[in-house]
C-alpha cells in the first residue's frame, strides 16, 4: 500500500490526516456521503507507531461521564454496521465487571449508565468469575454489553470499506506543510493535495501538525505499557467462555484506573494494563534506555497478587502503546478557532477506541457543516484557555 515515489497533485472534497481508527472513521464516513476523500498515513500501513494498533480493545455500555454513556448505542450500532459491511467479526462479547471502592463517584457513574446493570457483592463475584476477589468495603458493577473489539481487524476492516467507496488511501506520505485557505493545500513528502475541508486525527503528532496553525493544544502523549500476565493454570484451547473484561477504578493504590482483557490474542496470558504512563516524545517512544524502571509493572504485580491470584505475579510479555492525553481526559473534536475548516479529533486519552465510529461521524459531520448528531460542547477546545496564538 506504500505510495509510489512520484510526486502526486490532485484536488479532493476532504483530506484527512492520520489513518489510525479516528481519522479512518472520519473518511469513512465522508465518503459514505459521496464526498471525494484522501486519507493520509504519514507511516507504511500495517504498524505499530500510534495508538491503533494491537489485537483488542475494551467496549462497554458503563461509563461514569454521561456524554460517553449517551454516545455509546449509537457506538455499538454503528461497529455493527461495519461488521456487515466488511462481512467479518469484529466484537466478542465477555460481559465486563467494574470494581471499586463501595460509594466511589466513578463506579457509581457506571452503575448509573447501566439502566440494567447488576451489582454483586464478594461471595456473588467469587461464585460466578472465581478469578477475580473483592476485598471489605468494595463492590462490583456487571456490565453485559461488555466485550473486545478485534482492534487490528476493526481498522483494516474500515480502510477496506472506504476504498470500497472510492475512497483514497496514501500511506508512507508524512505531511510536511498545511496551508489554510478556502481550499486548503496538503504539502506532503510525495505531493501537494487540495481540498475545501481537512480533518486532523493524527494522534500524539496533532500537536505538532497544528502549532504552526496558531494553535497550541495540551496534549500530552504517553508511552504504555501493555502487560500479559500467565495463568498459573493455563486452561486447554477451546474449553469454556473467556472470563470477562474488568476495569478497578477508585483504588488508592492504582489512582488512574486499571483495566483487563481475557486471554485471547496470547494463549493463557491475560492483558491486565494500568490505565497511565510515562510523557514520551512520539518519535523516540522505542528508545527507552536498557534498566529503566517500570513502576507501572510493579504496581500491576501487587494488584495481580491482590485481586487476580490464579495469575502469575510477574509480565510474561511488555508492549508498548501510546495515548494521547487532555488534561481533563476528555476528547477535543472541534473547529480550528481561526479557520473554521480544519476540524481537530484529538486527546482520545486512552478510552477513544470504542468510540471511533461515533467519533468519525462527528468529525465528518462538523466538516461538512452540518449540526452534529451528538453535542459536542464536552469536547471544545475552548475549555483550554490561551490556546490560539500568533501562527508561525
Known amino acids: 500500500m506504500a505510495a509510489p515515489s512520484q510526486p502526486h497533485q490532485a484536488t479532493y472534497d476532504a483530506i484527512v490526516i492520520g489513518a489510525g481508527i479516528q481519522g479512518s472513521f472520519a473518511a469513512y464516513h465522508?465518503?459514505?456521503?459521496?464526498?471525494?476523500?484522501?486519507?493520509?498515513?504519514?507511516?507504511?500501513?500495517?504498524?505499530?507507531?500510534?495508538?491503533?494498533?494491537?489485537?483488542?480493545?475494551?467496549?462497554?455500555?458503563?461509563?461514569?461521564?454521561?456524554?460517553?454513556?449517551?454516545?455509546?448505542?449509537?457506538?455499538?450500532?454503528?461497529?455493527?454496521?461495519?461488521?456487515?459491511?466488511?462481512?467479518?467479526?469484529?466484537?466478542?462479547?465477555?460481559?465486563?465487571?467494574?470494581?471499586?471502592?463501595?460509594?466511589?463517584?466513578e463506579l457509581e457513574g457506571c452503575r448509573h449508565s447501566l439502566r440494567a446493570g447488576e451489582v454483586l457483592d464478594a461471595a456473588a463475584l467469587a461464585q460466578r468469575f472465581p478469578g477475580l476477589r473483592l476485598h471489605a468495603g468494595e463492590m462490583a458493577v456487571w456490565d453485559g454489553t461488555g466485550g473486545v473489539l478485534f482492534a487490528d481487524r476493526a481498522l483494516r476492516a474500515v480502510q477496506e470499506v472506504f476504498r470500497r467507496h472510492g475512497g483514497t488511501l496514501r500511506d508512507g506520505e508524512k505531511v510536511l506543510r498545511i496551508d489554510p485557505g478556502?481550499?486548503?493545500?496538503?504539502?506532503?513528502?510525495?505531493?501537494?493535495?487540495?481540498?475545501?475541508?481537512?480533518?486532523?486525527?493524527?494522534?500524539?503528532?496533532?500537536?505538532?501538525?497544528?502549532?504552526?496553525?496558531?494553535?497550541?493544544?495540551?496534549?500530552?502523549?504517553?508511552?504504555?505499557?501493555?502487560?500479559?500476565?500467565?495463568?498459573k493454570e493455563p486452561r486447554s484451547p477451546g474449553t469454556g467462555r473467556p472470563g470477562p473484561c474488568f476495569m478497578a477504578m477508585g483504588l488508592p493504590q492504582a489512582p488512574h484506573g486499571i483495566y483487563g482483557l481475557p486471554a485471547l490474542e496470547y494463549p493463557g496470558l491475560v492483558k491486565v494494563c494500568y490505565h497511565h504512563g510515562s510523557p514520551t516524545d512520539p518519535e523516540e517512544r522505542d528508545r527507552v534506555p536498557l534498566g529503566a524502571p517500570h513502576p507501572d509493572i510493579a504496581l500491576l504485580s501487587s494488584f495481580i497478587s491482590s485481586y487476580l491470584p490464579g495469575l502469575e505475579p510477574r509480565p510474561a510479555v511488555v508492549e508498548t502503546c501510546l495515548y494521547t492525553n487532555t488534561p481533563d481526559e476528555?476528547?477535543?473534536?472541534?473547529?480550528?478557532?481561526?479557520?473554521?475548516?480544519?476540524?481537530i479529533g484529538a486527546g482520545f486519552s486512552g478510552h477513544g477506541f470504542k468510540l471511533a465510529p461515533v467519533v468519525g461521524k462527528l468529525l465528518c459531520e462538523l466538516s461538512l457543516g452540518e449540526e452534529p448528531s451528538h453535542s459536542t460542547a464536552p469536547f471544545a477546545i475552548t475549555r483550554f484557555p490561551g490556546v490560539l496564538r500568533a501562527a508561525l
Not at 44 to 64: D, F, K, M, V
Not at 331 to 341: M, Q, R, Y
Open 30 to 105: 465522508l465518503a459514505q456521503r459521496h464526498r471525494d476523500t484522501l486519507l493520509l498515513e504519514q507511516f507504511i500501513l500495517p504498524h505499530s507507531r500510534g495508538s491503533s494498533h494491537g489485537q483488542s480493545r475494551i467496549t462497554r455500555s458503563a461509563y461514569p461521564r454521561v456524554p460517553y454513556a449517551r454516545m455509546m448505542p449509537d457506538s455499538f450500532r454503528l461497529w455493527q454496521r461495519l461488521e456487515a459491511e466488511a462481512g467479518t467479526s469484529l466484537y466478542r462479547r465477555t460481559g465486563l465487571v467494574v470494581l471499586g471502592p463501595a460509594g466511589n463517584p
Open 330 to 343: 476528555d476528547f477535543i473534536l472541534d473547529k480550528h478557532p481561526k479557520f473554521s475548516n480544519i476540524i
Open 182 to 231: 478556502a481550499v486548503l493545500t496538503v504539502t506532503t513528502t510525495a505531493g501537494t493535495y487540495r481540498a475545501p475541508r481537512l480533518i486532523i486525527a493524527a494522534g500524539a503528532w496533532t500537536g505538532a501538525l497544528v502549532a504552526p496553525l496558531g494553535l497550541h493544544l495540551p496534549l500530552q502523549p504517553l508511552r504504555i505499557d501493555v502487560c500479559y500476565w500467565g495463568e
